[in-house]
């Protein structure tokens, strides 16, 4: 097991998200968003135009133009009732319906349910997640829409 980060710590509820895919490469992408976005959990959350220049391209190229609330709800859902590790679920998932003002309004201080995050390659083709977080407060599906776009082939949680 190889730890990259740790803000959990051991006083933390959390919940855990176990993701199958290129763990390095999942990994990599991850430590590039997380960080950015704890930074600005207390010091103030920056405008959309922000975002737009510091998110990585990967990121980005994945959000659509304009979509509602219930459409995201029920592409989380629909994907998750393919078989886990499908080509199909891996394809459906590339097609998700969410905007970046939609992404980022999740990350906002004011609706954020976590807080703290840790992130262990376990092998090359597994890792683990955990955020701060009580598992019935905490909505999943923006950083269930950010573990896809990072390259996860099966995302379950705990």
Same mark, same amino acid.
Request: charged letters at 25%.
């Given at each position: 097991m190889k730890r990259l980060h740790d803000t959990v710590g051991s006083t933390h509820d959390y919940v855990r998200f176990d993701i199958e895919?290129?763990?390095e490469r999942i990994a990599a992408r991850l430590t590039e968003?997380?960080?950015l976005l704890d930074q600005h959990w207390e010091s103030g959350f920056p405008d959309r135009a922000f975002w737009s220049e510091r998110l990585p391209l990967w990121l980005r190229s994945q959000f659509r133009r304009q979509v509602?609330?219930?459409?995201?709800?029920?592409f989380t859902l629909s994907v998750l009732r393919?078989?886990?590790?499908?080509a199909e679920r891996r394809e459906t998932?590339?097609?998700?319906p969410w905007t970046l003002? /939609? !992404?980022l309004l999740h990350f906002e201080p004011s609706e954020r349910e976590w807080s703290g995050w840790r992130l262990d390659i376990i092998d090359e083709r597994?890792?683990?997640?955990?955020?701060g977080a009580e598992e019935g407060l905490f909505p999943k599906d923006a950083l269930l829409f950010a573990l896809f776009a990072a390259g996860a082939d099966t995302? /379950? !949680?705990i």
């Open positions: 895919g290129d763990a968003i997380l960080p509602t609330q219930e459409e995201i709800e029920a393919l078989p886990a590790g499908s998932a590339k097609d998700a003002d /939609n !992404w597994h890792l683990v997640l955990d955020v995302v /379950n !949680w």
